[in-house]
């Protein structure tokens, strides 16, 4: 199994920034592309961004970019997410996502509990 942890959510005002990361606990499992998603009250779960193993391969989604830079250290197995110039609209729950597979076990998504991150007005 993988065990996703994340910290550093909080209350900010518009326009101030947050670092938010995550921490990937597993033995047996080869971790892949790892990912921040986010649910906003009454909404569904989006994506965010992702990083690729290579930790070169990004994908963002257009509302954060420009804003928002994820980075991957293999060797520790975390990921960051740092947010910068935030938005009301960025309010939401943000949760880490690994996807990640074993010799036994084929590759699924893996999830954290989620981090709330507010921005006041």
């Known amino acids: 199994q993988v065990r996703l942890v994340e910290s550093g959510g909080g209350l900010v005002q518009s326009g101030g920034s947050l670092r938010l990361s995550c921490t990937a606990s597993?033995?047996?499992?080869?971790?892949?592309?790892m990912g921040w998603y986010r649910q906003a009250p009454g909404k569904q779960r989006e994506l965010v961004a992702t990083?690729?193993?290579?930790?070169?391969?990004?994908n963002y989604a257009d509302s954060v970019k420009g804003r928002f830079t994820i980075s991957r250290d293999n060797w520790k197995k975390t990921i960051d997410l740092e947010m910068k110039s935030l938005k009301s609209e960025d309010t939401a729950v943000y949760y880490c996502?690994?996807?990640?597979?074993?010799?036994?076990?084929?590759?699924?998504?893996?999830w954290g509990q989620g981090t709330q991150v507010t921005v006041s007005s």
């Open positions: 597993t033995d047996y499992y080869t971790i892949n592309d």
């Open positions: 996502n690994a996807r990640a597979e074993s010799h036994y076990a084929p590759e699924r998504n893996y």
């Open positions: 990083i690729a193993r290579n930790r070169e391969t990004t």
